[in-house]
């Protein structure tokens, strides 16, 4: 099947679509987008448990060397206060890791924002296919009912009028045949009548889903910032308790990274096995949820020459109908006005409402037809009383209305800009567990290094922004007495 107009599956797509799958008992698993098959749902999970083999083999790692930092250090000889070599290195280490954790930041929220694009791109589109689909049912319901009411009251008093010639009594009749057939036609053009599936609705539930996931991203991006910044003023300001308080704060974060990375990387692979050949899914779960026929939903999802239009017949039929009678009106209007003078007003009646049916027909034809790119647009504004089509004369930018349009914007959005936020958004996961790991090694060393605050310092109200003393230079002073210190009298 081909793609929709305007789409191609990006080389991401291609790339990931190789990757090999494989379930839990690591039989390889086909790269095709079957997410009802158990085999492919637990080869997705398998995708999620690799980055929670990544979560407890990064916390293995930091347990054996924060065990061997705290177990294996040589003691320190009794009254030694030279630091110990290579302090400021790990102080650096820590800061350097720290620094590329908010470069994974940046990265995440472009990644966030353009996941939240490409989805508000295919809610677009399902809310733009829903008012074509309004549009079709509204025409045809309105035109059926202007066609009802003058068979109903302008062609019976035409009858009624022309009784005493049967001629033209028998021309009436032949327009109202023609009138009921045209209706009929044109009651089987409303395909979306009845369906259960309406897109409005898979927009508000695409929309509601992608609101919460950006509020989450957003908090998770903020608290690693906010960690990563308070730990850089810890170390700055050699705050033993604030640096504790963000060890902890770290591995919490490095927990919720590895997790958004499995989420990520399976949400990853699942849209490019659908995005690789997206009509077979996307034409079998309509079918499903809608009953239409294959050849409706073929022709507005492939939208090809080698899929014919399904209303084509009934297009034509109508376009016939409306055409005799018209030529039947003029004849009776040539025929009868000067012989019936009292039936000039139902005539008149009768070509108003035709001139309406013959516009809303033509808008119909737009409407159904898969691409439907005119160089002039009848662009459909909605007004409190009917559909008023004005005719685009000036040079302006318009949208096709057509679901074939909708559709490949959809794909676009999802299978391009969504998956490249993906893809930006593990790269944040990526780069904020490597980040995340190397500060937590690095803490413990950096913290355990800080200087022991002055009691006297801490006794000052006036002197706690006063940076520490030198060693050996401390004051001989009654506040030495610490704790219990009390203040020089004035």
């Given at each position: 099947?081909g793609a929709?107009p305007?789409?191609?599956?990006?080389?991401?797509v291609?790339?990931?679509?190789?990757?090999?799958?494989?379930?839990?008992?690591?039989?390889?698993?086909p790269?095709?987008?079957a997410?009802?098959?158990?085999?492919?749902?637990?080869a997705?999970?398998?995708v999620v448990?690799?980055?929670?083999?990544?979560?407890?083999?990064?916390?293995?790692c930091?347990?054996?060397?924060?065990i061997r930092?705290?177990?294996c250090?040589p003691?320190?000889p009794?009254?030694?206060?030279?630091?110990?070599?290579g302090?400021?290195?790990?102080?650096w280490?820590c800061i350097?890791?720290l620094l590329?954790?908010c470069?994974?930041i940046?990265?995440?929220?472009?990644?966030?924002?353009e996941?939240s694009?490409g989805?508000s791109?295919l809610s677009?589109a399902?809310?733009h296919a829903n008012?074509t689909?309004?549009?079709i049912?509204?025409?045809?319901?309105?035109t059926?009912?202007?066609?009802g009411?003058a068979?109903r009251?302008?062609l019976?008093?035409?009858?009624?009028v022309?009784?005493?010639?049967?001629?033209?009594?028998a021309?009436a009749?032949?327009a109202?045949?023609?009138?009921?057939?045209?209706?009929?036609?044109?009651?089987?053009?409303?395909?979306?009548?009845?369906?259960p599936?309406?897109?409005?609705?898979?927009a508000?539930?695409?929309?509601?889903?992608?609101?919460?996931r950006w509020?989450?991203y957003v908090?998770?991006?903020?608290?690693?910032?906010?960690?990563?910044l308070?730990?850089?003023?810890?170390l700055?300001k050699?705050?033993?308790?604030?640096?504790?308080v963000?060890?902890?704060?770290?591995?919490?974060?490095?927990?919720?990274?590895?997790?958004?990375?499995?989420?990520?990387?399976?949400?990853a692979?699942?849209?490019s096995?659908?995005?690789?050949?997206?009509d077979?899914?996307?034409?079998?779960?309509?079918?499903?949820?809608t009953?239409?026929?294959s050849?409706?939903?073929?022709?507005?999802f492939?939208?090809?020459?080698?899929?014919?239009?399904?209303?084509?017949q009934?297009?034509?039929?109508?376009?016939?109908a409306?055409?005799n009678?018209?030529?039947?009106?003029?004849?009776?209007e040539r025929?009868a006005?000067p012989q019936?003078?009292?039936?000039?007003?139902p005539?008149?009646?009768l070509?108003?409402?035709l001139?309406?049916t013959?516009?809303?027909f033509?808008?119909?034809?737009?409407?159904?037809?898969?691409?439907g790119?005119?160089?002039?647009?009848?662009?459909?504004f909605w007004?409190?009383?009917?559909?008023?089509p004005?005719l685009?004369?000036d040079?302006?930018?318009?949208?096709?209305?057509?679901?074939?349009?909708d559709?490949?914007a959809?794909l676009r959005?999802?299978?391009e800009?969504?998956l490249?936020?993906?893809?930006?958004?593990?790269?944040?996961?990526?780069l904020s567990?490597g980040?995340?790991?190397a500060a937590?090694?690095?803490?413990?060393?950096?913290?355990?290094?800080?200087p022991p605050?002055?009691?006297?310092?801490l006794?000052s109200?006036?002197?706690?922004?006063?940076?520490?003393?030198?060693a050996g230079?401390?004051?001989?002073s009654?506040?030495?007495?610490?704790?219990?210190?009390?203040?020089?009298?004035h």
């Open positions: 099947m929709p305007g789409y191609r599956p990006s080389a991401w291609h790339l990931l679509h190789q990757l090999p799958r494989a379930d839990f008992q690591l039989r390889p698993v790269s095709g987008f997410p009802q098959e158990q085999e492919y749902q637990q997705l999970l398998l448990a690799l980055a929670g083999l990544g979560l407890g083999l990064s916390l293995i930091i347990a054996v060397y924060l930092f705290c177990c250090r003691p320190e009794p009254g030694s206060k030279s630091p110990t070599p302090g400021g290195c790990v102080t280490s350097v890791a590329v954790g470069t994974g940046g990265i995440g929220f472009y990644g966030n924002s996941t694009d989805v791109q677009s399902l809310l008012h689909l309004s549009a049912d509204h025409l045809v319901l309105e059926v009912e202007r066609l009411e068979v009251t302008e019976t008093t035409l009858e009624e022309l009784e005493p010639r049967t001629e033209l009594v021309a009749r032949g109202r045949r023609q009138a009921e057939a045209v209706a009929q036609q044109l009651q089987g053009l409303a395909f979306w009548q009845g369906v599936l309406s897109p409005l609705q898979v508000e539930d695409v929309s509601f889903v992608e609101e919460y509020l989450a908090l998770l991006l903020l608290l690693e910032l906010l960690v990563c308070f730990t850089l003023l810890g700055a050699q705050s033993k308790w604030l640096v504790i963000m060890t902890v704060m770290s591995l919490l974060v490095l927990v919720l990274s590895w997790g958004s990375m499995g989420l990520e990387a399976a949400t692979v699942g849209l096995d659908f995005c690789s050949n997206p077979p899914y996307i034409l079998n779960l309509t079918q499903e949820e009953g239409l026929s050849d409706i939903l073929s022709y507005y492939l939208c090809n020459q080698a899929v014919s239009n399904p209303f084509q009934r297009l034509t039929l109508s376009q016939r409306l055409a009678i018209h030529s039947q009106l003029l004849g009776l025929e006005v019936f003078p009292s039936a000039q007003k005539l008149l009646s070509e108003e409402t001139n309406v013959e516009g809303n033509h808008q119909l034809v737009a409407l159904l037809h898969c691409r790119l005119h160089k002039l647009l009848l662009s459909v007004s409190k009383t009917a559909w008023v004005v685009a004369l040079q302006v930018q318009v949208t096709s209305l057509l679901c074939t349009s559709y490949g959809a959005g999802l299978c800009d969504a490249e936020g993906l893809l930006f958004l593990l790269l944040f996961s990526l567990a980040a995340l790991a937590l090694c690095s803490l413990p060393r950096a913290w355990a290094l800080f605050r002055n009691p006297s310092v006794c109200g006036s002197r706690l922004s006063e940076p520490l003393l030198p230079l401390e004051p001989a009654p506040l030495r007495s610490f704790p219990g210190c009390r203040r020089r009298p």
